[in-house]
């Protein structure tokens, strides 16, 4: 939330009869500044969108403010709540993850989980590459995702780097010793795929049960078997 | 999950608290007899308020909240009780349940995974105490899945146990962190089709 309403800056500045507003926001690692004119008549003059690319994330904040500095310097305000509210448009919402995913995900992460293992325990050097094979194939299966969340999304790609620098080792003739990292990676991806079918259903659940509500039950009298 | 409650004549009134992690829950409601329309039976009505979620600053502010207005409500007169009044929250409190397993789940993976790889070799007995707490041995029915529970869980304390004594064997090493993987992972699943029960559970009225 703090992040989102750091990464853009609204301004505005109105002389006479023409309203200025002055935008800017990061993508990614470029900084976008758009200039808008907006004259009595109702037409509006769209300037120049000025993009500036960063090597890094480091300084994008700093920048940021800089350049609102000196746009406020100009004679621009920022952007009251109720303006800004008017020019919200909704954004699309992103659609959940397919449930109809999470059978083949359950499947994968158990033929992960078993080579893991065997892994672990045989000696063969033959089941890394299929560790790889099945790895790719994971990160693939994934990768076709609508909706997955960032932080697996995130996780699956690592994986798929991992393997990479895994197979290039083993490259160099160290499949042996590189044998047990393939196996761990395979049982935490393992995990990673249960783990989101959970954390799906954990969002789905949480929610149920917090209204109002009103319960009626008929109460039934037993007999006394004393009397 | 804690309930108070306090009957004033024919009324009961109830409150819930619950507690997770930083997270406090509170639901009130007051549950009475009415006679019921064209007959002679009693019904019994609860109603309760909307929960309200309070997230306090950190686990130990919001215990401290929670006894606070425990402490209060108790001078209102209200009692502690051990029956639950509220569904929801009952609800609620499964849910809780359900992810402590499958952070069990997750402690017990990890036990496996750093027995194979030799960080830290840990003896058989200790999943095995862990395991006999978690373990889903004790559902009932017939269903292939509950079968494959008790059945998997008895073969693993078989295995574990035998795994304890010289446990630094490579082979009893080996044995030991398979089963605590398998274990686990079937925990996990566990987890997941509890959930999934969850999901499908309605909280609805009692009907007569």
Redesign the interface.
């Known amino acids: 939330m703090k992040d989102k309403q750091e990464s853009l800056i609204q301004l505005k500045r109105e002389i006479s009869q023409t309203v200025d507003y002055w935008v800017c926001y990061r993508v990614g690692r470029t900084l976008y500044q758009v200039s808008v004119q907006e004259q009595a008549n109702g037409q509006t003059n769209e300037g120049e969108v000025t993009t500036e690319r960063f090597p890094f994330y480091f300084g994008m904040k700093q920048r940021m403010r800089q350049l609102a500095e000196e746009k406020e310097a100009l004679g621009f305000r920022p952007l009251t709540e109720a303006e800004q509210a008017a020019h919200v448009i909704d954004e699309p919402e992103e659609p959940p993850l397919d449930p109809g995913f999470f059978e083949p995900a ?1 499947r994968l ?2 033929l992960l ?1 078993g080579l ?2 065997l892994l ?2 045989l000696p063969y050097e033959r089941l890394n590459n299929f560790a790889f094979g099945l790895g790719l194939y994971v990160w693939y299966e994934t990768f076709g995702q609508v909706g997955l969340p960032k932080f697996f999304r995130r996780y699956f790609h690592g994986m798929f780097g991992a393997l990479m620098v895994l197979q290039v080792l083993s490259a160099f003739e160290l499949e042996r010793e590189v044998q ?1 990292y393939y ?2 990676l395979s ?1 935490l991806s ?2 990673m795929l ?2 989101l ?2 954390q799906y ?2 969002k ?3 929610q ?12 039934t009298e037993y007999p006394d078997f004393d009397e | 999950m804690v309930q108070l409650l306090k009957q004033i004549d024919d009324e009961v009134y109830h409150v819930v608290y619950h507690q997770e992690g930083r997270t406090l829950f509170v639901r009130e409601g007051v549950a009475r ?1 009415e006679p ?1 329309l064209n007959s002679e ?11 309200v ?1 309070i997230p306090l600053k950190n686990t130990f502010a919001a215990y401290r909240q929670k006894k606070e207005w425990m402490r209060q409500k108790m001078e209102e007169g209200y009692l502690k009780a051990p029956f639950s009044q509220s ?3 009952n ?2 409190a499964d ?1 809780r349940n359900i ?1 402590l397993r ?1 952070l069990s789940a ?1 402690l017990l ?1 990890l036990c ?2 750093s027995t ?2 030799g960080l830290l070799p840990i003896p058989g007995y200790i999943p095995l105490v862990f395991l006999s707490f978690f373990y889903p041995i004790y559902i009932e029915g017939k269903t292939a899945r509950a079968r494959f529970y008790r059945w998997s869980g008895g073969v693993f304390f078989f295995v574990l146990a035998g795994s304890s004594k010289d446990y630094l064997e490579p082979f009893n090493l ?1 044995a030991n ?2 089963v605590c ?2 274990a686990g ?1 079937i925990l ?2 566990y ?2 089709q509890q ?2 029960e ?2 499908t559970k309605e ?1 609805t ?2 009907e ?1």
Request: aromatic share 4%; hydrophobic share 50%.
């Open positions: 359950i992460a158990w989980l893991g293992i672990f325990v047990p196996a761990s049982v393992a995990v249960v783990l079918v959970v259903h954990l789905e659940t949480d149920i049960g917090q209204d109002k509500r009103v319960s009626r039950r008929k109460i | 007899k019921a039976d009693m019904i019994e009505i609860n109603e309760e308020t909307a929960t979620r569904e929801a929250m609800y609620r849910r992810k499958l997750l993976m496996g995974l194979l790889t080996s962190g398979t993987l398998i992972f996990l699943l987890t997941t959930l999934k969850l999901t909280i009225p009692h007569g």
